[in-house]
């Protein structure tokens, strides 16, 4: 009887240990919400605060790996339409006709607000200029205003040069849609090919302004956006007609979240992963008040403000 039980738990053993080994042997980049392989693109304006999202989502889970492709807005919708991707970070949602053609493969597209971003006006540290209207940053775009002159008569710069980080980016689309009604002049305008150029080229050139996302002049934590700042003037901007200290605003977190800085726009994630996977996780990462928190630190403004929970103790 001894020996039959011996023999029994001997092959219970043996199987644990059997069954132990094939869930070992499993696939540890098995495509869940913490794990597995995707590709994302992203908005190239908003970099510092994505690269910064995915790669403390990477230090937490290891068996995730992202591959960020960092372009410009009209491409990142074209590789989701083209079903490239699964998830995208850009600054306006879905239109109608897109939505229809991600349906029509039985895909439902899910589009989550999860930041307030900004569009700086940067110029060189000698410019004579640090306010601007809203009335003349329109007909600077609209072309009304080509020279220094007619924003300030001591300004001996000659022509205005507007400087993009590139002819197809979410800021380009933004201000020719939202600021100026389509009324958007080219003639006195030029793009590179990405923000860090734009900074560039601006703190070189004393007749540019230069339009970029303020994560990347923001983070006050970050020592290559600080050397930034110490080479590039940022512009206060105003809703009123005449500008003053009073009533203009740099786009600091305290006035987005007050509406008081004008050139604000969202951020969305737009997912259309067909079930729960890598892709899911990411946004449900960016969601959380982990995610928010890194966005609060970027500079920007978070969806939904992080909470700290305070002990408060009774007097003894």
């Known amino acids: 009887m001894q020996t039959v039980m011996k023999i029994s738990g001997l092959s219970l053993c043996l199987l644990l240990l059997t069954s132990g080994c094939g869930f070992f042997k499993g ?28 790669d403390i989502f990477k230090a937490l889970y290891g068996y995730a790996e992202i591959k960020t492709n960092f372009v410009t807005e009209a491409h990142a919708f074209q590789l ?9 970070v850009a600054s306006r949602k879905l239109r109608k006709d897109e939505v229809s053609v991600i349906n029509s ?7 989550l ?8 006006l940067i110029v060189h540290p000698s410019c004579n200029d640090s306010l601007l209207s809203m009335k003349q940053v329109r ?9 220094w002159k ?4 001591n300004c001996t710069q000659g022509p205005v040069k507007l400087l993009f980080d590139n002819e197809k980016s979410g800021i380009v689309r933004y201000l020719a849609d939202s600021v100026c009604q389509g009324k958007f002049s080219a003639n006195h305008a030029s793009a590179l090919l990405n923000s860090r150029e734009v900074i560039e080229y601006t703190a070189t050139h004393s007749d540019v302004i230069g339009f970029v996302g303020t994560s990347w002049i923001s983070n006050s934590n970050d020592s290559l956006h600080l050397s930034f700042h110490k080479r590039i003037k940022v512009l ?3 809703e009123a007609e005449v500008p003053t200290l009073e009533n203009s605003y740099k786009p600091y977190q305290a006035y987005l979240l007050g509406h008081k800085y004008p050139l604000t726009r969202s951020i969305y994630l737009i997912n259309d992963e067909p079930r729960d996977g890598l892709s899911t996780g990411i946004v449900s990462f960016v969601a959380s008040d982990k995610g928010q928190r890194i966005i609060l630190k970027s500079g920007i403004l978070p969806a939904v403000a992080p909470t700290r929970v305070v002990n408060v103790r009774p007097n003894l």
Do not use: C
């Not at 007619?150 to 008569?153: E, F, G, R």
């Open 27 to 54: 696939d540890p980049y098995k495509n869940t919400t913490v794990s597995g392989i995707t590709t994302i693109a992203v908005d190239e304006t908003f970099r510092p605060v994505m690269e910064a999202e995915t």
């Open 80 to 88: 989701l339409l083209s079903d490239s991707v699964q998830l995208i």
């Open 105 to 111: 493969r039985k895909l439902f597209p899910k589009q």
């Open 113 to 120: 607000l999860v930041a307030v971003d900004a569009i700086a």
């Open 139 to 147: 007909e600077l775009l609209s072309g009304k205003i080509s020279d």
């Open 150 to 153: 007619q924003l300030n008569p």
């Open 236 to 238: 206060s901007l105003s």
